[in-house]
């Protein structure tokens, strides 16, 4: 029988990122990015107010079975890797999340997880890179459109996928650019978020549809979690980097103080 407290309880001496991890998970849910990603797919496809209830369904829906799922991750690789003490450091040794269950099928089926996963990301970067560099200067954009009538849409979304593959060509680790990526996004996230509250719950702009109290109170509380990290700047630092060891990090013993 599992040690369930000590499965999902980080501890500091035994994880170094703990705090970079959460940071990250922040970061991979909610994305500021995707506003441009969303927003501009609303706008191609010219929707209107009666889109509004599906799209709020689709959003609790989507946001809520993300959720489930990325607890189930955590919840089989503790019961997977904490018992037998590995540490991943590569994506592939994540596959034994599927293969300790399904020797036969897991490895294919992680395999195409992670090939829709990855291929999502790209198309949702790249694409949203693409629209705001398009609306910002004026350029014609459409996915639907021929790349000759708006090329230089398409070209900057095939160089951002070419450029990412770069760091790979070098040998850069891929999980820790995702880490950090997460981490990064998660650090903007009251820069983007901030003003987007207020823009929700403009009378004047949204009338009726505005933010309630409920939506109001969710987005702060997610605010809230993500500055904690940046309130306490030394622990934080020492957390993430020597893990409160005070031979590894030599204003460990003055951050815990």
Known sequence: ???????????????????????SFI????????????????IEDEWDE???????????FGMSLGGFLSMAVLVVAALVFHPAG?????FEQASLLLTTALPKWGFFLFAMSMLFACLGAALEISLAIAYFFAQGFGWNWSE????????????TYTIIIMLAAVPLLFGVDPIRVTIMAMALTSATLPLAIVPFLFLMNDPIYLR?????????????????????????P????????ASFHPQRCPAARECRD
């Open 144 to 155: 639907d459109l021929n790349p000759a009538r708006d090329a230089r849409f398409c070209s």
């Open 27 to 42: 970061g991979a849910v909610i994305a500021p990015f995707l506003f441009y990603f969303y927003s501009s797919g609303a």
């Open 234 to 241: 030394c622990q934080y630092h020492c957390l993430c980097s």
């Open 50 to 60: 009666s889109y509004i209830p599906v799209n709020r369904f689709i959003s609790a």
């Open 86 to 90: 590995i540490d991943i450091q590569k």
């Open 208 to 232: 009726e549809h505005r933010n309630g109290w409920i939506s109001n109170t969710v987005v702060a509380i997610i605010v809230r979690l993500d500055s904690l990290k940046k309130s306490y």
């Open 1 to 23: 029988m599992p040690e369930w407290p000590s499965l999902f309880v980080a501890s500091p001496a035994k994880n170094s990122v703990s705090a970079t991890g959460s940071a």
